[in-house]
């Protein structure tokens, strides 16, 4: 019997859990420790899924990139889960098409690896209640932002994890990584 496909999400968030627009407040904390982590997420993966948003970001950025990151990133296949996007140009890029959960219901049952959820606040809410996320890596950073979008904002349905892997960088970013309960 062939393994089962995974979904792992990482996300960069602050103390009081905003993940919005990361690429303003993380900066000053990213050291070779998190590159190491990153590159860790990014190597484990065979397939990178993304939202519409973090797509458009990605693809506006890393095709005019070089080096061992973004020739992976350039280089894995993508997955887009939007409902307003019908084509993308990124090389290995797709559009999931119908529903994204039973869409990646039916991937984590084919052959394959790892499948990379960066970003997407909205699809990973999604996925973590629908039980199809099977790791969630959060880098907490050290920051307390007041305002932004948060990965679990009131109201949310209860999803419980436990805690299977935690590291402490010297800039004071906690890596903590969760499974379903």
Same mark, same amino acid.
């Given at each position: 019997?062939?393994?089962?496909?995974?979904?792992?999400?990482?996300?960069?968030?602050?103390?009081?859990?905003?993940?919005?627009?990361?690429?303003?407040?993380?900066?000053?904390?990213?050291?070779?420790?998190?590159?190491?982590?990153?590159?860790?997420?990014?190597?484990?993966?065979?397939?990178?899924?993304?939202?519409?948003?973090?797509?458009?970001?990605?693809?506006?950025?890393?095709?005019?990139?070089?080096? #061992? $990151?973004?020739?992976?990133?350039? &280089?894995?296949?993508? %997955?887009?889960? /939007?409902?307003? *996007? +019908?084509?993308?140009?990124?090389?290995?890029?797709?559009?999931?098409?119908?529903?994204?959960?039973?869409?990646?219901? #039916? $991937?984590?049952?084919?052959?394959? &690896?790892?499948?990379? %959820?960066?970003? /997407?606040?909205? *699809? +990973?809410?999604?996925?973590?209640?629908?039980?199809?996320?099977?790791?969630?890596?959060?880098?907490?950073?050290?920051?307390? $932002?007041?305002?932004?979008?948060?990965?679990?904002?009131?109201?949310?349905?209860?999803?419980? *994890?436990?805690?299977?892997?935690?590291?402490?960088?010297?800039?004071?970013?906690?890596?903590?990584?969760?499974?379903?309960?």
């Amino acid at each position: 019997m062939t393994a089962q496909r995974r979904i792992v999400t990482g996300l960069f968030i602050s103390l009081d859990g905003v993940v919005e627009a990361p690429e303003t407040w993380h900066f000053p904390y990213l050291n070779d420790e998190m590159g190491a982590a990153i590159d860790q997420m990014y190597s484990a993966a065979d397939t990178l899924l993304l939202g519409r948003t973090t797509y458009e970001a990605f693809a506006a950025v890393w095709p005019h990139r070089s080096g #061992e $990151l973004a020739d992976a990133i350039n &280089g894995i296949r993508k %997955l887009v889960a /939007s409902t307003t *996007l +019908t084509a993308v140009d990124w090389n290995n890029s797709a559009v999931i098409e119908g529903d994204v959960v039973t869409a990646l219901k #039916e $991937l984590k049952q084919q052959p394959g &690896g790892t499948i990379n %959820l960066t970003g /997407s606040i909205g *699809l +990973t809410r999604t996925l973590l209640e629908a039980g199809l996320v099977d790791e969630l890596r959060l880098l907490v950073h050290p920051v307390v $932002l007041g305002t932004g979008l948060r990965l679990f904002p009131e109201g949310s349905p209860r999803v419980p *994890l436990k805690l299977t892997g935690s590291a402490t960088f010297s800039t004071g970013v906690l890596d903590l990584t969760y499974q379903p309960a």
